[in-house]
């Protein structure tokens, strides 16, 4: 399997992927939103994109569709629920079913709510898995839930579905966030020495040769798996004095996805 992260440098920080298969050729495009640049890659490498997939309904992912589709003729995937928000759906997604390209790439489809109601995560049976998250797990952070999105939802995703896969999963979202929710960890928990570190090398990272983080990393650094953490729980409890010493994990992901709301 070989990735191609693919930086758009819009205001939205987008990333857009292509995923080859080295025996075919064969590509699926993942959110190609600048389809110029995933035509560009694909044709400089010798690749015949034929799935495009969408991870959720949001223009800044479904943008360049149409594009794309018109110069290759590729089928279009996303979550089965997401055929009224996308126009055009070839295939619908459900939990556990597998996305193939060419002879060698197989991606498990997870059903990943929260950031919206009809999300899909991508991920790999590969010897180092790769999940492709689009906007329910970020570098360091997780999904807002503004538009079409559920805050339980996103705690259930993270609880019950990515907090179990492998720590040495490399992580691919859907946007280059990464400094500025180092940013917010470390106005959660200024002691957290990885983050604080992290965030000296990623500061003026070129976003072309953007930092790929594993679960493992993801668990030291971003709040949003460190639920635990009785720095995160004492600060917590000086912004909301009614949380109980030791408030179960949903409700401190709830009120960091709060606060981190109007962070
Ligand atoms: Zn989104
Ligand atoms: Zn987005």
Redesign the pocket.
Known sequence: MIIEQIWTGNA?R?FNYLIACPETGEAMAIDPLDYKKCLDVATARGWQITQVLNTHE?F??TGGNEKVIAATGAKLLAHVNAGDSIGGMDRGLQAGDVVKVGNTVELETLDTPGHTMSHVCLLSHTEIPALFC??TLFNAGAGNCHHGGHPKELYGTFARQLSQLADNTRVYP??DYLANNLEFTLDREPDNEQASDLLDNVRDQDPNKALVSTLGMEKEINTFFRLQSPTVIAKLREVFPDLSEQPDPETVFLKLRELRNSW
Do not use: A, C, E, T
Request: proline share 0%.
């Open positions: 939205y987008n949001h800044d992912h689009g906007d859907g946007h």
